[in-house]
Nanobody
Framework: QVHVVESGGGLVQPGGSLRLSCAAS????????MSWFRQAPGKEREFVAG????????NYADAVEGRFTISRDNDKTTVSLQMNSLQPEDTAVYYC?????????????????WGKGTLVTVSS
């Protein structure tokens, strides 16, 4: 059984930073791409960042390019999202997803297993 668990959310002021972590277990971690999505109230779940199974390829949404960095540790079976220069529009529940293949899923349909999410609130 696959488990995906996020951590690291919280309240941060505009311009601040947060680091989200995601731990996955239950199948060979290094075989699957991982992605972060987010969902704000009243909006659809949207792609934020993804990393291929090997870690050599990363993708970012335009809205976070240059501010967020995704990384993974295949030995520890974890993926992280470093978020800098946070803005109120980044407020959302952030979900970690394990993909179906080695390739980065940019669409929620490409995610096979989801975590329950962690809330990030950016407010003064």
């Amino acid at each position: 059984q696959v488990h995906v668990v996020e951590s690291g959310g919280g309240l941060v002021q505009p311009g601040g930073s947060l680091r989200l972590s995601c731990a996955a277990s239950g199948r060979t971690f290094s075989t699957y791409a991982m992605s972060w999505f987010r969902q704000a109230p009243g909006k659809e779940r949207e792609f934020v960042a993804g990393i291929s199974a090997s870690g050599r390829v990363t993708n970012y949404a335009d809205a976070v390019e240059g501010r967020f960095t995704i990384s993974r540790d295949n030995d520890k079976t974890t993926v992280s999202l470093q978020m800098n220069s946070l803005q109120p529009e980044d407020t959302a529940v952030y979900y970690c997803g394990q993909g179906i293949t080695r390739l980065v899923p940019r669409d929620p349909k490409g995610v096979e297993y989801w975590g329950k999410g962690t809330l990030v609130t950016v407010s003064s």
